[in-house]
């Protein structure tokens, strides 16, 4: 990564009880007058998440991530000691870190565009992220097909992790996803029939108001987490 290049980090946070739970549930909406102030922050979304993988309409209250977008290492690791990350910390049980670089990224995240693409050497892992606003008048079919791409998802053998992601139940969706071969990405994004048919069907209904799909190389992965969630990453 160059000096001038951003530095992107997705930040899973795990909680393990009832109290840690419910100060975690209220930071979706406490928690943004104290990140909106973080020096050298330049975008940022809290993301609640779903149970097991992919899109799931039953929340994981155990589970949240923290989307940054920084000017460099150094703001990043002062705002770790010194804010409501330091309290996040504090609050959690278990933390994971991907430091991302994006190589290819379309679409907009709330108006604005928060990845550059850049070149970047190849790593072992890659990682992708798509979000999408689903136009309330298109929930129940959007929903309805989820499950077909899920159950073909969890076959595919170069994914190693994946977790659905989002700002607003059942509207504002996003899905994280490692792999460790992108042939075998594109296979499943490109090439797997239930994938391309709701793929089709995305475009036909016109499901979304607002997408965002980016790649990227996963520069670092470190942390600890209470259960084998991220255990894949480390073979």
Known sequence: ???????????FFHFK???SRWWAFKQMQEAHPSLVKLEGLKFYKLLGSGAGEGFSLKPDFSTY?????????????KADG???LKEAYKQSDGQYHFILAPYMTKGTWSGQRPFEAVNSDET???AV????????????????????????????????FQKGLGEWPLIEQATFSIWNREAAMKTFAY???????VVQKTRRLDWYS??????FMVMEHQGNWPNQQFDKLQS
């Open 1 to 11: 990564m160059t000096d001038n290049q951003d530095y992107i980090r997705l930040s």
């Open 17 to 19: 009880d009832r109290r």
């Open 65 to 77: 991530a923290l989307l940054q977008v920084w000017e460099s290492k150094e703001a990043m690791l």
């Open 82 to 84: 010194e804010s409501w």
């Open 124 to 126: 072992p892992l890659m």
């Open 129 to 160: 992220i798509t979000r999408a606003r689903i136009k309330p008048s298109k929930l129940i079919s959007f929903w309805l097909s989820v499950p077909s791409v899920s159950k073909v998802i969890k076959k595919q053998k170069a994914l190693l």
């Open 191 to 197: 090439q797997d029939e239930a994938h391309r048919k």
């Open 210 to 215: 607002e997408e965002q799909f980016t790649r």
